[in-house]
Every structure is written in C-alpha cells, then in structure tokens.
C-alpha cells in the first residue's frame, strides 16, 4: 500500500514538473491547448515505471542487480587473459581497419561520424591524464582543443602550412599554453583550479571571437585543407577515409602512449598526486614537476586533436569551443572511469555515437540521452570501468607460483 | 662525531601565535629519540617544519649525511626527502586507492631517473630499474611484515597495517633520518610491541637515527635512547627515560598541579 501511494506521488509530480514542456501547446494564433491525454500517460507510466523501480530494490536481488551482468563480468574475465585480449584487439583492429569497405556504414556520413568520436577518443584520453590520473580537475580542455585547431587554421591561411607542418606545431603550441595555465595554478586544487580553468577556457575562446582581424571572429576560418599524401589528389570520398585511417592510427598511438605513460615512474607519481599531495611531496615527488607535465602531457592530446578537428571540417569558428565542449570531455572521462584507458575510450564513444545514432528517436534522443546519464550514475557512480589495476611481477615470487 | 639532525632555537609563528619557541634538539647516529609532550605541544609542527612542509620563523635545521651537513632551512619538502629524511604521519597519509606494493614503490620515487622519455621507449634500463623497484618495494614490505597483503588495496588494510605500510614507504626513499609521528597510535599492545621490535631492528638494519612523536609511555620509555619533553611550543625537559620518568616539571605538565603539594 506504501508503495502504490510512493508511485502515485512520483506520477502526480512528474506530471506537474512536465506539464509546461509537455502538457502546453501553444497554437499560432496564440492560444494555449492543454494536451490532458498526453500528460495522462505519463502519470500511468510513472506510476507503473515506479512501481517496477521499487519492486526491483526491494526485494533481495538489490545487491545482484547493482552488480554486473555476468556475461559482462566473464567477458571482462576473459579479456584479462593476455591471449585473448590480444585475439580481441586484432579483431577491433581489423574492424575498425575494414569499416569504410563495408556497406551502409562505409558511407562518408557515418565514417565522418566515426572520425569525429575517435578525435573524442583523444580528448577524453588526453583530459584522463591530468583530471583522471593526476585528479586536477580541469574545465578549460576545450581551450587547447581550439588552440590546437585555431594553430592549423592560421598557419594555413597566412603561411600555407601544410598539416603534416600543423600537427608537431599544434602539439607545441598546445603545450606551452598548457605550461602557461600550469604555472599560476600549481598551488590551487580542486574547485578552485576548476574555476580558474573554466575562466582560461572562456578567456581563449572570447579571444577568439573578438580578435576579428586575424580570426574572422564568429565567422571563423574556412577552406583548411585536407591532410595530403604525398601530393595525390583525393575526391572527397578518398579523403573522408585517409583522415578515417589517420584518427584510428593517432588513437592507437595515443593509447599506446598514455598507457605507456600511466604505468611508468611518472605515472606512478601522478596518481600519487591525485591521492595525497602532502603525503606525496614527503615521499619525494616534485609537486611541480610532476604537475606541469601533467598539464603539458595533457594539452598535447587537445592540440593534437584540434588539427584533426580543424582538417575534418576544414572549417572552425569559436562556436565549436563551448563550456559545453569541455563538460563533455569531462564526462566522458567519469563515464569511463578516472583514469582508466579502457574506459575513458569507451566513454567517448558511447557520449558521441549514442545520441548520433539515437537520431532516429529525433525528439526524445536527448531526453534517452539524459536517461541513460542519470541511470548511469544511480548503478556506476563510479564510471563504467573501475579497479583496473596494473599486474606486477614480483621476482621473489617466481618459486612460489602466482600469488595474488 | 656530528649529530645526524641537529636544530637549533627552532621558532614557528602563525600569526600572533607562537607554536615552537626557540625549540633546540639534536639526533646522533643509529639513536632513537622521542618526542613527547600533551596534545597541542607543537609536535607535530616540529616535524613539519623539519621536513619543509612549515617554513620556520627563525632558527636553524641541519642534517648530516655522510660527514656533509645540509642546512634545510629554505629546503622543499622533496629536496629534503632526497637528502635522506624521510617521515610517517600522525593521521595516515596512505595513497588508498593504490595497491601496498605501488605506495612503496611511489617512495622509491626519488632514488629512481626515469623520466617521460624513458617511459614511452621503455628501453632495457628503464624496464630494468622498473623491476628493481618493484623488488625492492616487496622486500620492504617483507621487512615490515605485510608481504602478504602486497596486491591489495592500501584502504582495506587494518589500522596497525596501515601505520606499518607508512613506515615501508618512508624506508623506500633510502633515508638516513626516520622521522615518525604516533606510530603506536590506534594499535593494540601486542601491536605496539612487535612495533616496537620493528623499530629496533629497522635501526640496526638501515643504521637509521630515528626520531619519534608518541604518547604510548610504556613504548616511548622502552624505546628510546634519549626523550625530549615540549609544552605549549617550548623545550621543558631533556634526558634518559630515567631522568625524565622523574623530573618534576615533564610530571606536571602531564598531570597538572597538584594542589596541596
């Protein structure tokens, strides 16, 4: 009985907070029709939707449920494995390499679409290391990404650089910016770097907007080139797919780098940071240092991936650079899970290619999209992958078998 | 002989306050020293201004390592680490969401090189000094009695295994100096006594001067070669256990006044 009144309630409630968006319709003739019907279902869905909610958490597979799936777990399991992990990632491999040669997805549409989540993939990558390993919480990533994309555009139109040129100088610049915001920032932590981050996000992007004589301002820089090879010419096809090939290979560069990065002596020392910044300095970590490489390490990613962002669209204006770009790396770097690879590659695919493919529910992807954030965090707070830990051999043990 | 830490009329102000008031102490070779005095004494502050977290008001602080004295007035906290001083903290400062053997191995951090080049060649040295720390880090753990536990997550680990990882990841930086705030703090008896075996027997082994914060006075007396006794900021007393177990001041700073005496 508790619970039909706990449902009633939740329906009665969705129904007032959704009547505006949902309930409303205003005619061209200014008049405003009530939609009952609609608002009606609603309620009844509510109702039973929460009547299901509390049925599930109720009873005893609450515990059962919050874990995951078995089958996930066991696939997990056997991806640990080296063998299969290995016999996994060729076959990613080989499918990322065959997707333009297959039908319906081959098209330019969707390969362009894969290109964009693959420079995601690089963002989010890059926004892992300093936010995910190092736990400087950073809200200013769409900055480098612009100043990344920004370099390419102006070398371009003022020098004619080409983009082989672009992409070491958009790495550079990107760094020294990185450096730039590193240095004033090193004792700040937390929401304050947060804020200050958010402002230098703003800062570059304002610039961008109001420098009109070098950037065009809002109408932006168009007519970048494409990236060449070796002078042959490519229609547009051609094209989408030779930068299709460059992203996959600068993805799977960038996480043979990070991880290389994430398992190493600084890497071990960035997520000392993230723990415990007293208890690390004493340990004879130097916090500047390692912060500074942190921020640098990190803005070369955003740099990287601005260039390729710049050479796809071959147009940029300052409206690609939101705070919204950057609370989206930043979701899917807790997506993922903090400082996993895996899982942050994950992330980003799953934050651009699900509400691109949810195009077809046209009105409600957003409203899906919104569910699944929301359902996300009630079940993985935590992000999607989590505990990934590194295996370590241990030479004393070798007589003893594998100890865990 | 010069001894290994040496301080000298050591003062900290925060602000119209006055936490360490011309504080001199001295740490000779493979000697353990205590430091004890009632909660708020500057214990603490001590420790922080000897390892450079605290920049002192005025005073001096110098270490001998190797018949080289370093002053470490001015010094940042890493530079002072690498000269050879390492600490624990009152109030665990573990890095719990990383395994023990990783907290060791974040301690090796300043008697190893490699740097970021090194770590996306990943070159023979580089692997090479990858597995020599993560030996060295499992022979600490050895040492201290948690090789056990070497995979597992530092926060699930019990309080006493907590404080002992501590003084692991302290050793992995090499030092000459241990500087320990409340080992014992939060540990059973049995506990405090293997602890305190330990203690000894990481002296003996490392040739380690030590210098120890704690209020177990049944450890502190057992355990230390000299004791000195601070209260609010200031140096009351100095000596043997013995000395100190009946000098009247250090007596009534723990107890108070007695009123009719």
């Keep these: 009985m508790k619970r039909i009144v706990h449902a009633l309630v939740a329906a009665v409630w969705f129904m007032v907070l959704c009547s505006p968006i949902m309930g409303l319709q205003i005619q061209p003739d200014k008049s405003v029709v009530f939609l009952w019907k609609r608002l009606a279902a609603l309620g009844v869905g509510i109702f039973f939707a929460s009547l299901l909610w509390q049925w599930y958490f109720s009873s005893q597979r609450a515990s059962v449920s919050l874990r995951m799936p078995a089958a996930v777990t066991s696939a997990i399991g056997l991806f640990k494995q080296k063998k299969t992990r290995r016999a996994g990632l060729g076959i990613l491999l080989v499918f990322m390499l065959l997707i333009p040669f297959l039908p319906v997805i081959g098209s330019i549409y969707q390969i362009s679409i894969l290109i964009s989540a693959l420079i995601y993939v690089m963002l989010a990558l890059g926004l892992n290391i300093v936010v995910g390993l190092a736990g400087q919480l950073v809200l200013g990533y769409a900055a480098f990404y612009a100043i990344g994309a920004y370099t390419y555009a102006l070398l371009t139109t003022y020098f004619g650089f080409g983009f082989w040129i672009c992409l070491p100088i958009g790495g550079v610049m990107t760094i020294l910016f990185g450096l730039a915001l590193g240095f004033p920032v090193l004792r700040l932590r937390g929401d304050y770097l947060a804020i200050v981050t958010l402002g230098f996000g703003e800062i570059v992007r304002l610039m961008l907007l109001n420098w009109v004589s070098i950037t065009g301002g809002s109408h932006g820089i168009s007519n970048i080139p494409k990236p060449g090879l070796f002078g042959i010419d490519m229609d547009i096809q051609q094209a989408t797919v030779y930068l299709y090939y460059l992203c996959v290979a600068a993805v799977i560069v960038a996480i043979v780098i990070i991880s290389r990065l994430k398992n190493s002596r600084v890497g071990l020392a960035l997520q000392a940071l993230r723990e415990d910044e007293i208890a690390s300095e004493a340990m004879g970590i130097n916090l500047t240092r390692v912060k500074l490489a942190a921020f640098a390490l990190s803005s070369a990613w955003a740099g990287f991936a601005g260039v390729f962002f710049a050479a796809k669209t071959s147009f940029v204006n300052p409206a690609s650079f939101t705070f919204m770009e950057s609370a989206m790396m930043l979701s899917m770097v807790v997506l993922g899970g903090m400082g996993s690879i895996t899982g942050v590659t994950l992330g980003a695919l799953i934050l651009i290619l699900v509400p691109e493919y949810l195009r077809a529910f046209a009105d409600y992807r957003m409203l899906l999209f919104g569910l699944v954030m929301v359902l996300m965090m009630i079940f993985r707070p935590q992000g999607l992958i989590t505990g990934e830990r590194r295996k370590y051999h241990v030479t004393a043990l070798d007589g003893k078998g594998e100890a865990a | ?261």
Excluded at chain 2, 32 to 38: K, T
Excluded at chain 2, 133 to 138: A, E
């Design chain 2, 1 to 261: 002989m010069k001894p290994v830490l040496e301080v000298h009329e050591l003062t900290q102000d925060f602000g119209g306050l006055r936490a360490l008031n011309e504080v001199c102490l001295e740490v000779g070779e493979k000697e353990i020293v205590a430091l004890i005095g009632p909660n708020g004494a500057g214990k603490t502050t001590f420790f922080n201004c000897v390892t450079g977290i605290y920049r002192p008001t005025s005073g001096s602080i110098n270490l001998t390592v190797n018949n080289v004295t370093h002053s470490l007035i001015g010094k940042k906290t890493h530079e002072i680490t690498a000269l050879g001083m390492a600490r624990t903290f009152q109030n665990i400062r573990l890095f719990s969401q990383m395994t023990v053997l990783e907290n060791v191995m974040v301690g090796c951090h300043s008697r190893t090189r490699a740097g970021i080049l090194s770590a996306l060649l990943r070159d023979r040295r580089t692997r090479r000094e990858e597995q020599e720390t993560v030996d060295k880090s499992y022979e600490l753990l050895k040492t201290v009695g948690l090789e056990r536990q070497w995979d597992e997550t530092a926060c699930n680990l019990p309080y006493g295994d907590q404080r002992r990882l501590e003084i692991a990841r302290a050793l992995a930086t090499e030092p000459h100096m241990l500087l320990l705030d409340e080992p014992a703090a939060g540990m059973n008896p049995n506990e405090t006594r293997d602890l305190r075996e330990l203690i000894k027997r990481l002296r003996d082994r490392y040739d380690l001067s030590v210098l120890l914060i704690e209020h177990d006075m049944s450890m502190v007396m057992s355990l230390s070669d000299r004791i000195y006794v601070m209260e609010y900021g200031s140096p009351i007393a100095s000596g043997t256990p013995a000395e100190i177990r009946s000098n009247p001041d250090v007596i009534k700073a723990y107890l108070g006044e007695s009123r009719d005496a």
